[in-house]
């Protein structure tokens, strides 16, 4: 993989670009995922540990609620609220292979230009949240969230389906990783191919 990159730092010619173009579509996107922030497209870190089954989401704050900071209006104020709403409830976002019997243990939120309290977060816990969080570049900002669930059969986590994109109509990809004893598992989700299998 990274002599495949290395070579994209000389001036390859049209064709060998279009071979290249090719190629890094087939890579995992771990090799892009410091890249960061473009609207419409959220990153999902899946790890298992033991019984813990833990889901990081980054995601650009305008894909869940239509702008990048704090809200203006009490209408603004309410979409911040429905959106942690919906991610509160995220054992209906990530549907987890049933087998392996995962129940959600916590969910947090965090978003750097968001009061904590509109996220449903207590603030204590927020002011370390939204400093994690912080803003990537000027005029934009996410929102982080950590989904934990804890799973009674850990070996039978195979699967994990995401439906986001049911959710938060502006979201149209999310980039998604899994890592468990078996390896690294990459996929591009959208919204007709939402499950990373593994
Ligand atoms: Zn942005």
Redesign the pocket.
Known sequence: MFECLSLLTTEPDTAMRNTLSLLLLTLSTTAFAAGG?S?GKAELDIALDGNTLTLALEA???SLVGF?RAPKNANEQERVKKAAEKLRAADKLFVISADAACKLQSVKLASAVIDPALLGEAPAANAAGAKAAGAKEE???DLDGEFVFRCDKPAAVKSVTVNLFDAFSLLQRVDARAASAKGQHAAKLNGKSRTLSW
Do not use: N, Y
Request: glycine residues 12%.
């Open positions: 922030h609207h650009p704050l305008e990048e005029g934009h900002a």
